[in-house]
């Protein structure tokens, strides 16, 4: 008589709770607003780190031009005589030239050897080179150069006695020079070049300067 065969129950089926589902769901869910957020604020923070930078390169930053300014002429060495028999006298005439510059940068000017020369009817009669120096940020530096007149090219001019018997007045003009560079944090560097054309008259019997006329440019 055959035994009968056995049957095996099979094994319950594993049922997850229902309530995993919606958990799993909610931290994938926070975990995306979490990146959302991030993103935001990396964006966020990157356009204010580029308003600040661009901001600084406008206004901080932004290299501008020294201002020069021919602050007066003194004449040394011219004499005369009275009536209008003027003349010049001796070979020891020079001109002090009183020049200031302005830097109105963030950071400080450093300029090589200036130049200022002084022309009589498109000749140089005079000549005349400042040292090497330094405008601090935001301030003033002043210069006097004196310039040494060459008399033998003022004679060879032969309108010369009749220019000085007529109007007492000699009519000569300077041109200044000042070139340096602006460094900002190392970071921003730029060559800047002041020029200053100044037209004058230079009064014999008073021996002073008069009616003087400036104009400046600059290179950037």
């Known amino acids: 008589m055959t035994e009968p065969e056995h049957v095996r129950p099979l094994?319950?089926?594993?049922?997850?709770?229902?309530?995993?589902?919606?958990?799993?769901?909610?931290?994938?869910?926070?975990?995306?607003?979490?990146?959302i957020k991030c993103l935001i604020c990396v964006t966020v923070t990157s356009i204010i780190l580029i308003t600040i930078v661009l901001s600084l390169v406008f206004t901080v930053f932004r290299v501008k031009g020294p201002i020069i300014k021919m602050n007066g002429v003194t004449v040394n060495g011219?004499?005369?005589t009275t009536g209008t028999q003027i003349q010049l006298l001796g070979t020891n005439i020079s001109m002090i030239v009183d020049v200031s510059v302005k830097n109105p940068n963030s950071a400080s000017f450093r300029y090589s050897n200036t130049t200022t020369d002084i022309y009589y009817k498109g000749t140089v009669v005079g000549e005349a080179r400042g040292p090497p120096g330094k405008a601090r940020a935001h301030?003033?530096?002043?210069?006097?150069?004196?310039?040494?007149?060459?008399?033998?090219r003022f004679?060879?001019?032969?309108?010369?006695?009749?220019?000085?018997?007529?109007?007492?007045?000699?009519?000569?003009w300077s041109y200044t020079r000042v070139s340096g560079k602006v460094k900002i944090l190392g970071i921003v560097k730029k060559h800047v070049t002041v020029k200053m054309n100044?037209?004058?008259?230079?009064?014999?019997?008073?021996?002073?300067?008069?009616?003087?006329?400036?104009?400046?440019?600059?290179?950037?």
């Open 11 to 35: 094994a319950p089926a594993t049922v997850l709770p229902l309530s995993d589902y919606p958990a799993t769901n909610k931290q994938a869910l926070h975990r995306r607003r979490n990146r």
């Open 155 to 172: 004679l060879m001019d032969p309108g010369l006695a009749r220019e000085v018997s007529g109007s007492g007045l000699l009519n000569v």
């Open 78 to 80: 011219l004499d005369s």
């Open 139 to 152: 301030r003033t530096v002043r210069m006097n150069m004196t310039v040494d007149i060459m008399i033998g």
């Open 198 to 220: 100044c037209t004058m008259a230079v009064n014999i019997t008073r021996q002073a300067i008069q009616d003087t006329e400036c104009k400046k440019d600059i290179d950037l």
